[in-house]
């Protein structure tokens, strides 16, 4: 197991995390949605001599990428986001690359691994790295994203938790935005406790019949 530590900063007026994925043996880091406040989340792995190495972008929503080009200026370092969703990035200028469905990320020795997770967005990225999952808006604590937004798709929304319904309860989720009562939880608790997940794990019919989503 590599030494893989979750930096979970709270930004911004709309309850957004961004977070470091930090190597702590060699110090590498890569920063998970620039939405707000990039000085910041910055300043944090300066304080730390963290090097961040890489940007990953859960999806282009603007309250996760608002401050990506301020990040990119400063750290001069590639972003990567699905190739659903890259054009949104290239019109920043900044140099992007699509992600490959359960590609491989190296920072520092860490591998994480890019779960594509639609529902949300048509290119949601969950990152996974050891036992960390990192599900922007797909899972809240007790909750899930919005499917009625351009994009979006109630159907691949069932899909995607579903899908999360069957991964193990100690995976830790760190959702994209502070809406829960607690800011993080394991995935064994959410199956019991977020009704999103609940109503997914029952089937189709229930998820869309008796949830009404």
């Not at 990192?134 to 351009?150: A, H, K, Q, Y």
């Amino acid at each position: 197991m590599q030494p893989v530590l979750i930096k979970q900063i709270a930004v911004g007026p709309m309850a957004n995390f961004s977070y470091l994925i930090v190597d702590t043996g060699t110090k590498k880091a890569a920063y998970v949605d620039p939405g707000f406040e990039s000085e910041k989340v910055m300043a944090v792995a300066t304080k730390e001599a963290w090097q961040i190495e890489k940007i990953l972008l859960t999806h282009t929503h603007f309250d996760h990428i608002q401050e990506l080009e301020t990040a990119y200026q400063k750290l001069k370092v590639p972003v990567y986001v699905h190739g659903f969703e890259i054009s949104a990035i290239e019109e920043m200028g900044v140099s992007v690359k699509a992600v490959a469905t359960d590609e491989i990320i190296k920072v520092g020795n860490l591998s994480v691994k890019c779960l594509h997770m639609p529902g949300h967005t048509p290119g949601m990225i969950c990152y996974l790295v050891e036992n960390h999952l990192i599900t922007g808006d797909v899972l809240f604590v007790d909750g899930c994203g919005r499917v009625d937004l351009p994009g979006s798709s109630p159907e691949k929304m069932f899909e995607t938790l579903k899908r999360l319904t069957q991964m193990p309860d100690d995976i830790i989720v760190y959702p994209g935005h502070d809406y829960g009562p607690k800011p993080t939880d394991t995935l064994g608790h959410q199956k019991k406790t977020n009704p999103y997940l609940a109503a997914a794990a029952q089937g189709k019919d229930y998820f869309f019949g008796v949830r009404g989503v």
